[in-house]
Structures are given as C-alpha cells and as structure tokens.
C-alpha cells in the first residue's frame, strides 16, 4: 500500500515541530514505515492519530526516527585527537573557550569533553552549549543519570572519579554537570549561536541530504571564531573543506582559516 509521506511530513512539521524534508528521503521513509507497523497503524493517517493520542507513542515515535544513540568518549581514538588539538592549537591561542555539542543526544559527548576540559583545567566564557532537536533526551542530559550499560566504553577511573553510583544508576557529580548546560536546537531551521572555539557536531549529518548537509557545513564555520575547531563524526569527512572556509587538521578535526 502507497503511504502517504507528504501527509505526514506536513502532519508533523505542523504537530510535533520536526520539519523532516532535510533528512535523507529512502532511509526515513524506512523507519516512518517500520514505526508505523510497530504501533499498529495501517496508515500514515491512522499512525497520526495514534500518536496524537498517546504520549509513549509519541515518544517512541520520535526515538526512532531521531536515532539518540550515542556513547562517552564515542571513537576513543578521536578524542584523543581531539585532547591534542585542543592542547596544542586552541589553549596556546585562547585563554577562555566557548564550546558546543550540537546533536548531542543524551549529553555522553559533552560530559566527555567535560572530563577533558577539567583534566587540563581549561577555563569556559560559558558553559558547554549541548543542544538536541529531541527534548526528551536533552531532559536525560540534563539529570545526567546514566546505567551500567551506557557506561560502558567509560574508563573507570573517570567513572569513579566523575560519577557517584546509587542504586546501579550513576549520577554525574556536580562539579561536570555545572559545566554543561542543555538547549533545544535544530540544526536545520533554528538560528545559529556565535563566536564558538569548538563545534562538535558527531553523526548526525549522515541522515541529512546533501544540500542541507551543505548548509548546515556553512553555518557551523560561521559559528566558529577564526581559527576554531570543527570536530565532526567518524563517517563524516568534509568533501572540498576549503568552500567553507575549514582545513582539514586530522581525519575528523577541521579548522576555521584566521
Ligand atoms: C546518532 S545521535 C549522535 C549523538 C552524538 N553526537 C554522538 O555522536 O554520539 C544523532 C542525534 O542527532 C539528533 N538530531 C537529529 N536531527 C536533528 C536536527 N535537525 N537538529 C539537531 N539535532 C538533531 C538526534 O536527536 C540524535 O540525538
């Protein structure tokens, strides 16, 4: 059966606030289809409606096509890149740092350059912007509890040094939590912030098509002050840089030309 798609980008662009034109079209129509099947609907139509109705379907609903996963250090080994970046490009350079974690899912990305940026005592202009088109996950990274599971790839000195476990949850401490503050913000409709030193923006661009992809390239180097860092995702090289103004530094690391 034919599902109406056009319906349902409207629908929901409309009712939830997700405007889904941008996102590559093959893939999400998959996941629309699977999601719908999951709670039942025979149609888009119908599927509306159930989701109007039921906020856990709702919710489901927006999982599934956002795609929250994430982990602490994500690609250990570029991080490590990272760490070195920032110690010998950005810290010789600048004496106070502005940093944000765009599609940041439930925090792990932040909280992870959180233990870095205390581990070299780096001093903030502000706290580490982590922002997300999703809210529940953002309510996630704000309480910054988390379980064994996603603690996984966690060393555990930084485990134990950063996180107080309570009933087999673990709580992220205060003195990393305060660093971070949460925000919703869509990287595709919503106005970007400025003057940024870092920019990690990490699997995400993936599920874009490739002129919003473009786009979204083109304001992360406007966010960025010259000579700023671009730290982007594993599977996520930058076709030709130099159109947006970066240069390639490492693999996954770009700067903003002075
Ligand atoms: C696969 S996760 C990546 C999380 C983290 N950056 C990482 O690499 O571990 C993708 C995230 O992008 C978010 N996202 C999807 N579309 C978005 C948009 N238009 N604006 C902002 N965030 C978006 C999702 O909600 C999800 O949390």
Not at 109 to 138: C, F, G, P, R
Not at 149 to 162: F, G, I, T
Not at 215 to 235: D, N
Not at 247 to 254: A, D, G, N, Q, S
């Amino acid at each position: 059966m034919e599902l109406n798609y056009d319906f349902f980008y409207q629908w929901t662009t409309k009712n939830l606030k997700l405007n889904l034109d941008g996102y590559k079209e093959t893939q999400l129509q998959r996941r629309i289809a699977t999601s719908m099947k999951n709670a039942g609907a025979e149609s888009l139509e119908e599927y509306a409606v159930v989701i109007e109705k039921n906020p856990e379907a709702k919710q489901k609903f927006l999982d599934y096509i956002t795609i929250n996963v994430t982990d602490f250090f994500r690609n250990k080994d570029i991080f490590e890149e990272f760490e070195d970046q920032l110690v010998n490009e950005l810290l010789v350079k600048f004496p106070s740092l502005k940093i944000w974690s765009a599609a940041c899912s439930t925090g792990a990305e932040a909280y992870s350059i959180a233990m870095i940026l205390a581990k070299h005592n780096v001093k903030l202009q502000n706290k580490i912007l982590a922002t997300d088109i999703d809210e529940t996950i953002l309510q996630k990274g704000r309480d910054g509890i988390y379980n064994e599971y996603e603690l996984k790839n966690l060393e555990y000195n930084l485990r134990d040094k950063y996180f107080q476990e309570s009933k087999g949850k673990y709580h992220v401490n205060n003195s990393i939590k305060r660093t971070v503050e949460f925000k919703r913000h869509d990287l595709i409709s919503d106005a970007y912030p400025k003057n940024y030193h870092v920019i990690v923006c990490r699997n995400v661009m993936i599920y874009f098509k490739n002129d919003v992809k473009n786009e979204i390239y083109r304001k992360i180097s406007e966010a960025l002050v010259p000579g700023g860092l671009y730290f982007a995702g594993a599977t996520e090289t930058i076709y030709n840089p130099a159109q947006y103004n970066l240069k390639k530094l490492t693999p996954f690391i770009y700067q903003k030309d002075a």
